[in-house]
């Protein structure tokens, strides 16, 4: 496994927050309160690296953010492409292919080169785990991690390399600094989302097979951003990613502005090569980018649904009626989850 060189940026974090939302005094922040983005700032493409936003098939709406691991291949979060039940959690349903749509080499989403279908998607088996965490910020596991495979080899992002957990484990420690992007909500007085923003916050701790990044006043995460990708940079190296967008903290009432839970992204790499059907890992280095660059073949020989990706392990996309359901399902944001809600919350 390639290691990036020494050093990394600073350690400790002033407050910059990501794509949205700070915590607020009085009154607290409730689901569907919008919250002002304070000290954010705007990703240019020099930002963009692997990220990519999840749209609807056509492109036109940003509703959650991921990272492109392969050419045809994108890593987010597995509540990004369900519908769960609020009350108890329960998938409801998996989001068809033909529901869904990936934008990737724009830092705005209405000024995307392209949109890519997805013609598969691969949800972790376990997920929503539902064992009952130790930690009082609820982090432990949570199996909040999917993949989507695209239609075409993506050209205008290189990708990103996922390290394995030994190795990331030697640069993690209570204070490196990481890179966060999402394509969150921008805004105190409207729902929109499809402008990437970018921040920095310090790891704190892994637990279990998650991680905490930031903290209460620090850079955050918040809806829209859910998804998107964690960023260990090193100088002169192609980053790599070391964690999804998952959820806020239990010990909080804000939805986001207090720290994050991330999916540990090193702690699945086997789970993703098992689960890609040879599109992972890419055979070409980290930015190699294009058709060059997948390591795979095409989806006609990715997991087929009647072969241990589908049906009922909930490994695939579920049968349902395509259309506009996708975009009603996911204005149903759970109350942490970092999911855009289409009206409502920021």
Known sequence: MRRPELPWRAATLGAVLLAGCAPEATP?????ARRPITRGRR???????????????????????????APRLVLTAAHCVVEQDEETDAI?????????????GAVDVAQAPAVYAVTQVVLHP??????????????????????????????????????????????????TELTLTGYGATGPDQDDSGLLYIGEAAFAEQVGQEI???????????????????????DGEAPWLVGVTSRGVDNSDATCGDGGIYTYAPAYRGW???????????SDEPGAGGAGGQGGTGGDDFIDDDEGGGGDDGCSAAPNTPGSGWLAAISLLALRRRRRASAGAC
């Not at 607290?28 to 569907?32: F, I, L, N, R």
Request: a negative charge; proline letters at 10%.
């Open 212 to 234: 905490l990044v930031g903290g209460p006043g620090l850079t955050d995460t918040c809806p829209g951003d859910s998804g998107g990708p964690v960023y260990l940079l090193g």
């Open 92 to 104: 409801v349903r998996v989001f068809q292919p033909n529901e869904l749509g990936v934008v990737a």
């Open 272 to 282: 993703i090569i098992d689960s890609a059907g040879g599109l992972f890992p890419p």
């Open 126 to 175: 376990e997920y929503p785990y539902e064992a009952e965490p130790d930690h009082p910020t609820g982090a432990g596991r949570y199996d909040d991690i999917a993949l989507l495979v695209l239609s075409d080899a993506v050209t205008e992002l290189p990708w990103v390399e996922v390290p394995d957990a030994a190795s990331a484990g030697e640069y993690l420690t209570a204070g």
């Open 43 to 69: 990703a240019t493409a020099g930002d963009l690296h692997a990220t990519v936003a999840l749209t609807d098939a056509s492109g036109d709406e940003a509703n959650c953010t991921g990272a492109l691991i």
């Open 28 to 32: 607290p922040p409730t689901e569907t």
